[in-house]
């Protein structure tokens, strides 16, 4: 799938899957043994544990040690401390992706004002520039994943009807691109359709953000979830007023596809592939190590998953068996002998 969307600074992206090191780079790094730490909003997710596990094992492919993760817990002010001490520590590089794009920034600064590299995940904190505040910004096409699931919502909702936007309330590049995007998409193909926004600005809130919603438009008829985790909130907003209103979302994490593969609310989802984008940040960071400037926007496409391909994709983004749940979804094919 073609990448749709811009880096920060509206950077054209350069794919993952052609950056990559050279074997002279591969043993330069190796021998400089580098040290590593990595500050995520939460290490609790699905997404956040597969992220992980590509950054940790590309990193020690190349002879660098993780030597630290920070779970920041969406917490802003968190994230501001562990970046100020990291910014102290030993550390040749710290990869990050911002919470607040604002409040944030002179954290993340502090890291390039000591003399380390800073990698960013998805977003770029007010004002920084690549080659001077930071290597490079790594992302999935949260444009294209926005796109992707107004295209696979719109399949579910009759003409003229209300569509709901569960949106995330904080300033964060990742999910504005995919809320911009999935405006657009529904601007220019389902025009007749009437579009509602509720926000939260902590996942704890999207039950009742979703609640709101159902509240103040009685017709509405169908929603888009930013990621999965608020999605898992909306599916219980919406169960616990006694409706079926389709839901899409982004990010293949276990309960939204077990929901999509068992017919529940979900109908589509908009997938990055986690890992793949961790091989690639660990890549870009032995780069900016070796001082060999990696592209500022480097970017991974998004999946389409249906009931029809969930069990398919799950292997490509989890890089695991399916679930039973799943399993048991799967219809056979036709015409076998």
């Not at 509405?220 to 919406?238: N, R």
Request: hydrophobic residues 50%; aromatic residues 6%.
């Amino acid at each position: 799938m073609a990448i749709t969307g811009l880096g920060p600074h509206g950077e054209r992206a350069v794919p993952a899957d052609q950056v990559g090191l050279s074997g002279a780079d591969a043993d330069a790094a190796r021998k400089r043994k580098f040290s590593v730490a990595v500050v995520l909003h939460t290490t609790m997710s699905d997404w956040a544990k597969e992220e992980l596990a590509g950054i940790v094992a590309t990193l020690g492919r190349y002879g660098a040690a993780v030597v630290e993760v920070i779970d920041c817990a969406f917490d802003v002010e968190r994230q501001v401390a562990g970046l100020q001490r990291l910014a102290t520590e030993p550390v040749d590089a710290v990869i990050s992706i911002p919470i607040g794009s604002a409040r944030a920034a002179d954290a993340h600064r502090a890291i390039a004002a000591a003399g380390k590299k800073l990698l960013l995940l998805d977003n770029a904190p007010t004002g920084m520039l690549p080659g001077k505040d930071y290597v490079s910004v790594i992302s999935t096409d949260n444009f294209g994943l926005g796109q992707i699931g107004a295209e696979l919502l719109a399949a579910h909702v009759a003409p003229r009807g209300t569509v709901g936007v569960l949106a995330y309330g904080v300033d964060f590049f990742a999910t504005h691109e995919r809320e911009i995007a999935f405006r657009k998409w529904m601007a220019t193909h389902r025009p007749d359709l009437s579009l509602v926004r509720g926000k939260f600005a902590d996942v704890t809130q999207a039950r009742a953000a979703t609640a709101g919603l159902l509240q103040g438009n009685p017709d509405l008829a169908g929603l888009f979830a930013v990621w999965d985790v608020p999605a898992a909130g909306a599916i219980a907003a919406i169960r616990d007023a006694g409706k079926t209103i389709p839901i899409t979302t982004v990010d293949l994490g276990n309960d939204v596809a077990a929901d999509l593969a068992a017919g529940g609310l979900i109908k589509g989802i908009a997938a990055q592939l986690p890992y793949d984008q961790g091989v690639a940040v660990g890549i870009a960071t032995i780069l900016g190590l070796l001082e060999r400037q990696p592209p500022p926007w480097i970017a991974l496409p998004g999946l389409g998953v249906t009931a029809s391909n969930v069990v398919e994709a799950y292997q490509v983004v989890w890089r695991a068996p399916a679930p039973a749940a799943l399993l048991r979804a799967r219809k056979p094919r036709r015409n076998m002998p």
